[in-house]
């Protein structure tokens, strides 16, 4: 009901959901002590994903001014050729008082049909990173949920063949977890190194249901319960299934690995998972060293700082990186 009542402060979006430590459990943070006093509460983090950004962004402004940074002044247009035009392709407002409430809000807007290309290429993996993991859809939208299936089953099939013969369901969630991580120059800067752990384990039958269906679509993966209750995997390592799996990988991994061009890779020479980890790396680091950057000047240096200031507490003084 809050995330609803959040959209009502905001001009109409396609599509939109919260992650996060703020809208999912994370092992991150003390929800009991934040459920007794609200300004412990994590920051709420939602994307909107919108069909014109430039006349998304003119109704904000006239709703919102004051979400905008203030370094200079930007028209509508200039708004949204920056967030077009730059990778990860969004614009985040970030530390927003929401009304009626002392929460604060970090949200980001992208143009509803880069969202979607990032769904099924990955050329991004920034908002195709975002929904590998559960998150809480506020604003649902059948053709953007068909892309999200897809990218789904993007994540399983490259986990596969970043994972041995034999695996436990919890591998392969940490496996999918930590795709949009590789390569992202926040993880060795700010982020607590315990960031993907912390993502699954609390919440990992939210990732049993969230996969089943993908799960059961591959043949060469074979499963059977285990004394502690998780479920382990078996799958093939015969060549023409490894190959199958690579014939089924979303389009920008594929170009990079130039599986469908020169033939680079083939049934008898499989990419090893060193070589498919090097290609994700390029792809996060390119995106979110490049969203990361141009937050500074989004967002606002003073913000960004206490943003950072903020991650750095987490990462040196959480519980959980002590544990």
Excluded at 52 to 79: G, V
Excluded at 200 to 222: A, C, G, T
Excluded at 280 to 297: D, E, Y
Aim: glycine share 4%; proline share 4%.
């Amino acid at each position: 009901e809050e995330l609803r009542n959040v959209l009502e402060q905001f001009p109409p979006v396609e599509y939109a959901f919260a992650y996060g430590s703020g809208a999912v459990r994370q092992g991150s943070y003390d929800y009991q002590k934040a459920s007794k006093t609200e300004s412990e509460r994590p920051m709420l983090d939602l994307v909107f994903v919108v069909a014109n950004s430039e006349e998304w962004h003119s109704m904000n402004l006239l709703l919102n001014p004051s979400h905008y940074t203030s370094i200079i002044r930007l028209s509508p247009r200039e708004i949204s050729w920056i967030q077009d035009s730059i990778p990860a392709n969004f614009w985040f407002n970030a530390y927003v008082q929401l009304k009626s409430s002392t929460r604060q809000l970090k949200y980001g807007i992208i143009n509803k049909s880069l969202f979607l290309r990032d769904l099924n290429i990955w050329n991004n993996l920034y908002a195709a990173g975002r929904l590998h993991k559960p998150v809480n859809v506020v604003r649902d939208n059948q053709e953007i949920e068909q892309a999200v299936a897809m990218n789904k089953r993007h994540a399983v099939c490259t986990s596969l063949l970043l994972l041995p013969e034999r695996f436990s369901e919890i591998d392969l969630y940490l496996c999918i977890a930590s795709l949009s991580y590789i390569g992202d120059p926040r993880m060795t800067i700010g982020e607590n190194p315990k960031k993907v752990v912390n993502l699954v384990m609390p919440i990992y039958q939210q990732y049993r249901e969230m996969y089943k269906h993908q799960l059961v679509d591959f043949s060469s993966l074979k499963a059977s319960p285990s004394q502690q209750g998780f479920t382990m995997f078996t799958q093939s390592v015969d060549q023409a299934d490894k190959w199958a799996l690579c014939r089924q990988l979303p389009q920008t991994l594929k170009r990079l690995l130039v599986i469908n061009g020169k033939e680079r890779y083939n049934a008898r020479n499989i990419p090893k998972a060193s070589t498919i980890r090097a290609i994700l790396a390029t792809i996060v680091a390119r995106s979110a060293g490049m969203q990361t950057m141009k937050g500074l000047f989004t967002v606002g240096i003073t913000k960004s700082a206490s943003y950072m200031l903020a991650k750095f507490k987490k990462r040196f003084f959480s519980s959980n990186f002590a544990s």
